[in-house]
């Protein structure tokens, strides 16, 4: 899948070859059914529930993002972009049904993912499909950005990971792998039909301040909803997991700014080689339904 050499993308040289980066939904079937705490990741109900939260709104949230950019999906004439589009949406289209899976799970442990879902729903329903073409791709490229720079923090610190039930780590790391992989996707077909970088640099602000609101909500809805709530110590060593020294929100500041700076294309500063670090760390055969070794368990 990534047989590309990116190394020369760090020069400034307008580049494209990324465009000849094959993109393909990798198909998996984690073992969801054996998820067994409500606190499933490192017994803290805040951490649990901010994961769960985040997985509560991947099915409709990606659902706009790749129905985003499917609105241009006519005009594009290049034929990279177009099969690069192609598994962009089949890629996101198996994000949403994956999470879709574990979102009921989560809501056999104890969660109501439902509550996320629908309210996510309406707001996309209501508002974000309401607005131009323009406005809805551009804001599927800034959160194109974030999960891209998400997916980066995680792959390289998987640390930050300890503590959770490995079948949902597994789907994090699969998921992040293929952000990463898709990264650029949108943020190509924005800049070749529209090209619009302010609009795009406010739409991304707006996002960011959205998303973060968002997932701050959805954190306290999934935990407010369980009988274990009231824990400052939980709370506690969630601020730090994610606003502290070693946090992921921190982390991710640096990143995040270099979407600004002059000259930015989502393959410029590097990543693919976090696609080889995925298949060779993180990557277990028994987790792919086309693999003869899934296969070879599966049919005794
Ligand atoms: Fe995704
Ligand atoms: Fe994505």
Same mark, same amino acid.
């Given at each position: 899948m990534a047989d590309i050499d990116f190394s020369h993308q760090n020069d400034n040289h307008h580049n494209k070859? &990324? #465009?000849?980066l094959e993109i393909k939904p990798r198909h998996m079937d984690f +073992?969801?059914? $054996?998820?067994?705490?409500?606190?499933?990741? !490192? *017994?803290n109900i805040y951490k649990s529930a901010f994961i769960g939260g985040l997985s509560s709104a991947f099915p409709a949230g990606e659902r706009e993002f790749l129905d985003s950019v499917r609105n241009y999906r006519d005009q594009i004439t290049n034929p990279d972009l177009i099969k690069q589009v192609k598994g962009f949406i089949g890629q996101e289209g198996h994000h949403s049904h994956q999470h879709k899976m574990v979102n009921k799970e989560l809501d056999r442990l104890g969660y109501n993912t439902n509550k996320v879902d629908m309210a996510l729903k309406k707001v996309i329903d209501r508002r974000v499909k309401k607005l131009s073409n323009k406005w809805r791709l551009a804001l599927t490229v800034a959160a194109e950005h974030v999960t891209a720079i998400m997916g980066e923090f995680i792959i390289n610190h998987? %640390? @930050?990971? !300890?503590?959770?039930e490995q079948p949902f780590k597994d789907l994090l790391l699969w998921h992040a792998v293929e952000e990463v992989e898709h990264k650029a996707v949108a943020f190509d077909v924005y800049m070749e039909y529209e090209g619009d970088i302010k609009f795009l640099h406010k739409a991304t602000r707006i996002s960011t301040r959205l998303l973060h609101f968002r997932l701050t909500r959805h954190m306290f809805i999934l935990a407010f909803n369980t009988k274990h709530w009231s824990n400052w110590k939980d709370f506690k060593q969630t601020m730090i997991w994610m @606003?502290?020294?070693?946090g992921m929100w921190r982390a991710l500041r640096k990143p995040y700014k270099e979407? @600004?700076? %002059?000259? @930015? &294309? +989502?393959?410029r500063d590097g990543g693919l080689e976090l696609i080889e670090k995925w298949q060779k760390?993180?990557? &277990? +055969? %028994? #987790? *792919?339904? !086309? $693999?003869l070794e899934y296969i070879a368990v599966h049919s005794v």
């Amino acid at each position: 899948m990534a047989d590309i050499d990116f190394s020369h993308q760090n020069d400034n040289h307008h580049n494209k070859r &990324h #465009q000849k980066l094959e993109i393909k939904p990798r198909h998996m079937d984690f +073992p969801f059914g $054996s998820l067994k705490h409500l606190k499933f990741v !490192d *017994n803290n109900i805040y951490k649990s529930a901010f994961i769960g939260g985040l997985s509560s709104a991947f099915p409709a949230g990606e659902r706009e993002f790749l129905d985003s950019v499917r609105n241009y999906r006519d005009q594009i004439t290049n034929p990279d972009l177009i099969k690069q589009v192609k598994g962009f949406i089949g890629q996101e289209g198996h994000h949403s049904h994956q999470h879709k899976m574990v979102n009921k799970e989560l809501d056999r442990l104890g969660y109501n993912t439902n509550k996320v879902d629908m309210a996510l729903k309406k707001v996309i329903d209501r508002r974000v499909k309401k607005l131009s073409n323009k406005w809805r791709l551009a804001l599927t490229v800034a959160a194109e950005h974030v999960t891209a720079i998400m997916g980066e923090f995680i792959i390289n610190h998987p %640390e @930050f990971l !300890d503590g959770m039930e490995q079948p949902f780590k597994d789907l994090l790391l699969w998921h992040a792998v293929e952000e990463v992989e898709h990264k650029a996707v949108a943020f190509d077909v924005y800049m070749e039909y529209e090209g619009d970088i302010k609009f795009l640099h406010k739409a991304t602000r707006i996002s960011t301040r959205l998303l973060h609101f968002r997932l701050t909500r959805h954190m306290f809805i999934l935990a407010f909803n369980t009988k274990h709530w009231s824990n400052w110590k939980d709370f506690k060593q969630t601020m730090i997991w994610m @606003f502290g020294k070693k946090g992921m929100w921190r982390a991710l500041r640096k990143p995040y700014k270099e979407f @600004f700076s %002059e000259g @930015f &294309h +989502p393959w410029r500063d590097g990543g693919l080689e976090l696609i080889e670090k995925w298949q060779k760390d993180y990557y &277990h +055969p %028994e #987790q *792919n339904k !086309d $693999s003869l070794e899934y296969i070879a368990v599966h049919s005794v």
